[in-house]
């Protein structure tokens, strides 16, 4: 690649082209990453392409494209798959890559709140690293499974999904809403993801590149009884029903009907707790039994994070602070 320029030195030409450039390149990236589930590039080359897009448009926001990678998230549902229209869009989430980072997204919420330095509670999760699915369930049962797919349409994986264990068929308990949708996130350990990787090439087949990729590609199988032979898991982190005021509220709903949720998650109330979070979780992250690539910190307050909303394929409500690639 040619050196890059600094963005304030780009003419109007040049930067035109470079986005047009990085709009091929980067819908070129998701449709290894998202449909085919065997990207070329790592995480960290990937999320320079985006950020360099996003500081392009930020610098020329009239140049923006209509198809900015911006304003979309994934890979269009592929063939094979009945096609899901989601409740509402499955967004992605802006990147943190160091403190200032995470300072500069607080100041955002604040000043968007007009909260002034008001601490604002913020829950703290693990960034699990495979594929968010959402859930639908009627009068507590599992009717429907999706993935993102392109942010608005996700591919019909109800077969698969039914196949992992940590995903209930039937919610226990006697308040559960007769409409229900959770959204989380399906993975492969990465002592499962060797085995797993063994096997195929004990039978000739080729290797997956990463937990991520071999949690993919097994849940996108059109023969669920495929997917049944696959070491699955689940972590459910979201509701798009109102169950709760808060996000800790719903992650401790879940887990009581049955929904397996990753507990390594704190209330942090301050700047200096989210950063000491994303400190411990990092010396912790090679002992755990999952995949992470990173923190994700979400404003508790769920009436606040309505209020924050969204802009173009991210909430403002959370951010995810990646670790360095692995
Ligand atoms: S919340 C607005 N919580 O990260 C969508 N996402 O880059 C945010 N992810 O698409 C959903 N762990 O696949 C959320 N604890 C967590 C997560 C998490 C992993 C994934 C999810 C999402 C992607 C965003």
């Avoid at 959770?182 to 990465?190: H, N, T």
Wanted: glycine fraction near 6%.
């Amino acid at each position: 690649m040619p050196p890059q320029k600094n963005i304030e030195d780009l003419t109007c030409e040049e930067a035109a082209a470079e986005l047009a450039r990085l709009a091929t390149l980067i819908r070129h990236h998701d449709i290894l990453y998202f449909e085919r589930a065997s990207p070329e590039i790592d995480d960290a080359s990937y999320d320079a392409l985006v950020r360099r897009n996003r500081d392009i448009e930020a610098q020329f926001p009239d140049l923006r494209r209509e198809d900015s990678p911006t304003l979309r998230v994934g890979a269009p549902p592929a063939s094979g798959f009945k096609k899901v229209k989601h409740t509402r869009p499955m967004l992605s989430l802006d990147n943190a890559f160091n403190a200032q980072d995470i300072s500069d997204f607080l100041k955002r919420v604040q000043r968007f709140l007009q909260r002034g330095e008001v601490d604002l509670a913020v829950l703290a999760e693990p960034k699990i690293d495979g594929l968010s699915a959402a859930l639908h369930y009627q009068g507590g049962e599992l009717v429907l499974a999706a993935t993102r797919g392109d942010g608005l349409t996700g591919e019909d994986i109800t077969h698969s999904i039914r196949t992992i264990a940590d995903i209930p068929h039937k919610l226990l308990g006697d308040d559960i809403p007769e409409k229900l949708e959770v959204r989380g996130e399906v993975y492969m350990s990465a002592q499962d993801f060797f085995k797993l990787n063994e096997r195929r090439q004990a039978e000739g087949g080729p290797p997956f590149a990463n937990p991520r990729n071999a949690a993919a590609g097994s849940v996108r199988q059109l023969d669920a009884q495929v997917t049944a032979t696959r070491p699955l898991h689940f972590f459910a982190y979201a509701c798009e029903t109102n169950i709760a005021k808060t996000q800790q509220e719903i992650i401790h709903r879940l887990k009581q009907w049955g929904f397996a949720v990753c507990d390594e998650i704190a209330l942090c109330t301050s700047e200096a707790e989210m950063l000491a979070f994303y400190a411990n979780l990092g010396a912790k992250r090679a002992s755990l039994d999952f995949d992470i690539d990173g923190v994700v910190y979400k404003i508790n307050d769920l009436a606040l994070q309505r209020r924050l909303g969204a802009v173009g394929r991210a909430p403002r409500h959370s951010i995810a602070y990646k670790f360095p690639a692995e």
